[in-house]
């Protein structure tokens, strides 16, 4: 067994267990701050969006003078200047952007529900076959949840979020370190 572990590496991964229950606890302080102040949180979440469209933007525009005829020089370059466009929106009316990005997640929600419905009802004579639907009945839920809430939601639902994905990697990761210690 000791044999196995060393070539997967987990020799490596038991000395470091404390950074892991360290970055574990970090995540969950900071989840339990944006769960203190959804809204902040939201507005936090829309600008690390609009970080990403301003960086997706600039090297959409890079890759758009690297390309060889003028047609897709013509395409990537508007897909750049639309996501600088997108990014500099989400700095400029954050609260309109969260509204947009709560609409999208709602869609989004809605649609992979949905798609998990169908494909939990496709898998009857599996056994396991529920799970799959309930866990689409559930997303789908969520997604008509939040549309109906729209767009008063949309000042606390994406802070909600990052403090739930924060709280649950600050556990796993607490947990995973602990696990690896032993």
């Known amino acids: 067994m000791a044999d196995i572990s060393d070539r997967l590496g987990f020799s490596s991964l038991q000395s470091k267990w404390g950074w892991f229950a360290a970055l574990g606890v970090l995540l969950i302080v900071c989840g339990f701050i944006?769960?203190?102040?959804?809204?902040?949180?939201?507005?936090?979440?829309v600008y690390y969006v609009g970080i990403l469209m301003l960086i997706g933007g600039v090297v959409y525009l890079i890759h758009a003078f690297q390309v060889r005829s003028w047609e897709q020089a013509l395409v990537w370059a508007l897909s750049g200047v639309l996501y600088l466009l997108a990014g500099f929106?989400?700095?400029?009316?954050?609260?309109?952007a969260s509204a947009v990005l709560t609409l999208f997640l709602a869609i989004a929600?809605?649609?992979?529900?949905?798609?998990?419905?169908?494909?939990?009802?496709?898998?009857?004579?599996?056994?396991?076959?529920?799970?799959?639907?309930?866990?689409?009945?559930?997303?789908a839920l969520a997604g008509v949840v939040i549309a109906l809430g729209w767009p008063v939601n949309s000042l606390w639902i994406l802070g909600?979020?990052?403090?739930?994905?924060?709280?649950?990697?600050?556990?796993?990761?607490?947990?995973?370190?602990?696990?690896?210690?032993?």
């Not at 769960?35 to 507005?43: C, I, K, M, P």
């Not at 403090?163 to 696990?179: E, I, K």
């Open 89 to 96: 929106f989400a700095f400029e009316n954050p609260l309109l």
């Open 109 to 139: 929600l809605l649609v992979a529900g949905v798609f998990r419905i169908w494909v939990g009802w496709r898998m009857r004579p599996v056994k396991g076959w529920g799970w799959v639907l309930l866990s689409g009945i559930i997303t």
């Open 160 to 182: 909600l979020f990052l403090a739930c994905d924060l709280l649950l990697q600050g556990w796993s990761m607490l947990a995973f370190g602990l696990a690896v210690r032993r």
């Open 34 to 45: 944006a769960l203190a102040n959804v809204a902040l949180a939201t507005v936090v979440s």
